[in-house]
């Protein structure tokens, strides 16, 4: 391990997802393991512009692995979206002798970090939490499983409401941009139909879907919805389309909203923390810099920065074939 960086601040920018506190555990203890110090930075790039800094040891971390959100807490900052918020910020980290960072959050985080690192030429690696799965290079982000579990559960128990009552259910799921959470639940939940923004399946064929469901003997069904899909302008218009068209349902909507953001995050996302957080600082000791870890294939790999940001994960068209046999 190289010996010059002696101080590593670490942050949570964007979205919360469970898991951050998981992160921010494994970034603190290694850290501690390889006798560096480590600086958490409070509210994100706010925090870095405004110098709220605290000193982080072993001991401060201790029983977060399990809570849900980021004991760091998180804001979008759009002073750093300035040069001069960018300068202020460089210049506290500078006066704090903090000699790279751990970067915690998605794309926006990303973009902030890489752009900061050109300017300043200071370290910075990434470390992808959000709970959308949108991430190039990594199989999988911190808080997505979580968030999918979490989904699961509650339409589950929508279900019940649904099959009592022989209604249709719309639920509305996270996922403005990309369809990983609605497509990955709905098929884990037994959805009859999966509307994502990757895949517009038109009105006419959800209706005639919805119908052949009716036909086949269902008396409820369950519809997820992305709220990125783009069928109708939002999920209330698309269930009154469906009710005028097809009076023999009785429609209702849910959207889970942001309790899919919350939880106990699961072991699996405990455990995709912790080899993330502990490779992230690793990389900086051996003098690596604007890249993110990710996990692919279960090993841990590094993505250039402006590659994770510009790049697409793409969407699992098998799996989406998948969900249509499963509907019938």
């Excluded at 405004?50 to 040891?57: A, C, R, S, T």
């Excluded at 401060?60 to 918020?85: D, H, Q």
């Excluded at 009154?240 to 995050?265: I, T």
Aim: proline residues 2%; aromatic residues 6%; glycine residues 10%.
């Amino acid at each position: 391990m190289g010996a010059k960086i002696k101080k590593i601040g670490v942050l949570t920018s964007g979205g919360d997802a469970p898991g951050m506190n998981a992160a921010i555990r494994a970034v603190v203890r290694s850290c501690n393991y390889y006798n560096i110090e480590c600086i958490g930075i409070y509210r994100g790039y706010q925090g870095l512009i405004e110098g709220d800094f605290v000193k982080l040891d072993a001991r401060a971390v201790s029983n977060i692995i399990s809570r849900g959100g980021t004991i760091l807490k998180t804001v979008r900052s759009k002073e750093f979206m300035t040069v001069e918020g960018r300068k202020k910020a460089y210049e506290n980290l500078k006066m704090a002798e903090i000699d790279a960072l751990v970067l915690i959050g998605g794309d926006g985080t990303f973009t902030g970090g890489m752009v900061f690192n050109k300017e300043f030429n200071f370290p910075c690696i990434g470390v992808p939490g959000t709970i959308d799965n949108d991430i190039f290079g990594t199989n999988y982000t911190i808080g997505y499983d979580t968030a999918l579990n979490t989904i699961v559960e509650a339409i589950d128990k929508i279900r019940d409401t649904a099959s009592s009552h022989n209604r249709l259910f719309f639920v509305e799921v996270m996922g403005r941009d990309a369809g990983f959470i609605a497509l990955n639940s709905g098929v884990g939940a037994g959805a009859e139909e999966i509307l994502i923004p990757e895949e517009n399946m038109g009105l006419d064929r959800l209706l005639e879907s919805l119908k052949r469901s009716k036909r086949s003997g269902k008396s409820s069904s369950i519809v997820v919805v992305a709220e990125g899909d783009k069928i109708g302008k939002n999920v209330f218009e698309l269930a009154n389309y469906v009710e005028e068209n097809l009076p023999q349902y009785e429609v209702r909507v849910s959207v889970l909203g942001h309790m899919q953001r919350g939880g106990s995050p699961t072991c699996f996302d405990r455990v995709l923390a912790s080899r993330l957080g502990v490779k992230a600082v690793e990389l900086l000791l051996d003098g690596k810099t604007n890249v993110m870890v990710g996990l692919i294939n279960n090993e841990v790999q590094t993505t250039e920065l402006d590659l994770a940001i510009k790049s697409h994960h793409e969407i699992n068209w098998e799996l989406l074939r998948v969900s249509d046999i499963m509907s019938i």
